[in-house]
């Protein structure tokens, strides 16, 4: 008898935001909203409030209670000062969430052992094999969601299905605390009358190509002709996006694969001047090659390729690569290496955003 598939996609609730909770369990039930920049110190129980934001962050995630008033991931903060200016602010605290991502992915990998890093919030679990039915596969997820909660404190929402694709869709139908199953039978009632921006890999601005088509929901997409499709958005990605509708997708469970570089970057909440502001630049670009070397060290890994990234106020983009004799992963040898790159840049604007890079990664150690 053949084994069937079962993919699920875990996917952590308001992430971020939820980790804050945590912390600040008084401000549960209430429009919060992480991005932005560590600030100085706030009066112990006081929290700032989205009408006092100055600066040009964007949201990193916001709960629930706050997308009710329609401000999401990517929306700039000043923006959303303008929809909800009584949502609290947090500034984003990644090391504290990749350390609850680190828990949550272990206490899934004790259930699932075959799983796929999606990000820091999410990934995707082979439950093939272990589940004998659809009926099987809601009690492991049961289980999982169980652990979850018990080595975190958060809700994760999951979606059961024959594929990654459907899995994902899945995953977003009933959150937060969702465990939804999506069979094939249910694509039509359940899939096609989401809007086709709700395909992974369906963009604002394809979305906005099929809308002049007159293609707006899956629904619409599944059932558009295949040739008009490949006509419009060429051979590979027009007969992905049918098949997409349709619910096919044969990718595998990646278990496992190997990073091509490791960055870190940071973009500024005011333009930085080269000379006036040299001193904080100087800082923060110590401290970017400084994180980077201990990815690459928890991570196992050493890189020759070491890259600097710089946009300017004007937001010109330029980008810098040095090769090195031998693999490093020591924090002075990265400075060193992208204070070279630097040195071949024009620092004649003011400066946006600062990144460092290293690739042709191996794993033999510096």
């Given at each position: 008898m053949p084994v069937m598939r079962c993919i699920a996609h875990v996917d952590m609730d308001a992430f971020y935001a939820s980790v804050e909770l945590l912390r600040y369990p008084e401000l549960r039930g209430k429009p919060l909203v992480i991005g932005g920049r560590r600030r100085a110190a706030q009066e112990p129980g006081t929290f700032p409030t989205l009408r006092e934001y100055k600066g040009r962050g964007v949201i990193t995630t916001a709960t629930y209670e706050a997308r009710a008033f329609g401000v999401n991931s990517g929306m700039a903060l000043m923006r959303a000062a303008k929809r909800a200016p009584d949502a609290l602010l947090l500034p984003a605290d990644f090391d504290e969430y990749r350390r609850y991502s680190r828990m949550f992915k272990e206490a899934v990998r004790a259930l699932a052992p075959e799983i796929e890093d999606r990000g820091i919030d999410e990934i995707y679990a082979d439950l093939s094999g272990l589940a004998d039915d659809w009926s099987g596969a809601k009690e492991i997820a049961r289980a999982i969601q169980n652990a979850v909660r018990e080595a975190t404190g958060l809700s994760c929402s999951i979606g059961i299905a024959s594929n990654k694709l459907l899995a994902k869709l899945a995953s977003e139908l009933d959150k937060p605390g969702g465990l939804t199953v999506l069979r094939e039978a249910d694509i039509p009632g359940r899939v096609w009358p989401l809007p086709a921006r709700k395909i992974n890999g369906v963009g604002p601005k394809a979305a906005a190509r099929l809308e002049a088509l007159g293609i707006r929901t899956v629904g619409e997409l599944a059932h558009a002709d295949p040739a008009l499709l490949v006509e419009r958005f060429g051979a590979k990605h027009g007969a992905w996006m049918h098949d997409a509708a349709n619910g096919r997708d044969e990718r595998p469970v990646v278990t496992h694969s190997e990073p091509k570089s490791?960055?870190?970057?940071?973009?500024?909440?005011?333009?930085?001047?080269?000379?006036?502001?040299?001193?904080t630049l100087s800082r923060v670009f110590t401290e970017l090659c400084a994180r980077v070397a201990g990815d690459l060290e928890r991570?196992?890994?050493?890189?020759?390729?070491?890259?600097?990234?710089l946009r300017y106020d004007n937001f010109k983009t330029l980008t810098r690569d040095c090769t090195l004799e031998a693999p490093t992963r020591d924090a002075a040898a990265i400075r060193r290496a992208a204070g070279e790159c630097l040195k071949r840049v024009p620092l004649e604007r003011r400066i946006r955003l600062l990144g460092v890079r290293v690739g042709s990664l191996s794993k033999s150690g510096a």
């Open positions: 490791i960055s870190r970057e940071t973009t500024f909440e005011d333009d930085l001047h080269p000379v006036d502001d040299r001193e991570k196992g890994y050493a890189g020759r390729t070491i890259g600097l990234k």
